[in-house]
Nanobody, 124 residues
């Protein structure tokens, strides 16, 4: 069992930046790939980014690559999502999730453990 808790969301103006954190507890985090997804009301959960269990492989949604950067610090059992040049369309609840495999998948059904989400709101 793994528990994940997101933090770092908030309200920012367009063009601003935020860094989300996801702290994990329970079974060791190091053997899990970790991912970020986001969701807005009435829409499907959308893949944002994922990182392999060692951090050497990353995966991004094509439209977000270059603005978002995922990283992890296994010593702190935490992953991060640095989001730059945020736009109003990035407004969503952002979820962190753990996938008990090695590679960073974009498929949300692979992820077994989910956090409660953190709200990101970008004003125009």
């Amino acid at each position: 069992q793994v528990q994940v808790v997101e933090s770092g969301g908030g309200l920012v103006p367009a063009g601003g930046s935020l860094r989300l954190s996801c702290a994990a507890s329970g079974r060791t985090l190091t053997v899990y790939a970790m991912g970020w997804f986001r969701q807005t009301p009435g829409k499907e959960r959308e893949f944002v980014s994922a990182i392999s269990w060692r951090g050497g492989d990353t995966n991004y949604a094509g439209s977000l690559k270059g603005r978002f950067t995922i990283s992890r610090d296994n010593s702190k059992r935490t992953i991060y999502l640095q989001m730059n040049n945020l736009q109003p369309e990035d407004t969503a609840v952002y979820y962190c999730a753990a996938d008990p495999s090695f590679l960073p998948s974009s498929d949300y059904v692979r992820y077994r453990y989910w956090g409660q989400g953190t709200q990101v709101t970008v004003s125009s």
